[in-house]
């Protein structure tokens, strides 16, 4: 079965505490780089890293600062989607993310799975 889809999604667990995090943003930019239309799930605590002012000091050395890589892959076109269930249960709202994060269930990272996306878990 030939997968013709160049569609990435990225799921990432970790909050800013563990350079998996980094790792994550850096391959997604990476994705985007390639020409890839790539897709960014936050579940657990990947959702912490989306909060406003969460990431303005978190960096990995030698990788960029996280809150760089972060507004680089949104700048890009890439999409930032935060698991819903993860938000609620750490009490956020909309108005505690940074702007263009989109609150949602798993169904939009399903969707693109189910076309042949591509997937990476960090």
Same mark, same amino acid.
């Given at each position: ?18 350079? =998996? ?14 020409? =890839? #239309?790539?897709?960014?799930? =936050? ?8 909060? *406003? ?20 892959? =949104? #700048? ?22 940074? !702007? ?7 169904? *939009?990272?399903? !969707? ?11």
């Amino acid at each position: 079965m030939s997968n013709d889809s160049h569609d990435l999604v990225v799921m990432i667990t970790h909050g800013t505490d563990h350079e =998996l995090s980094s790792v994550g943003f850096t391959i997604a930019n990476g994705g985007l780089t390639a020409g =890839l #239309r790539v897709s960014i799930f =936050l579940t657990s605590a990947g959702v912490d890293l989306v909060r *406003k002012r969460a990431s303005d000091t978190t960096q990995v050395n030698p990788l960029d600062p996280l809150a760089q890589m972060i507004g680089d892959f =949104l #700048r890009r076109g890439g999409n930032l989607w935060a698991c819903t269930p993860c938000v609620k249960a750490r009490g956020y709202s909309e108005s505690d993310l940074i !702007e263009g994060v989109v609150i949602t269930g798993a169904s *939009k990272m399903h !969707e693109l799975i189910k076309q042949g996306a591509s997937t990476l878990s960090f």
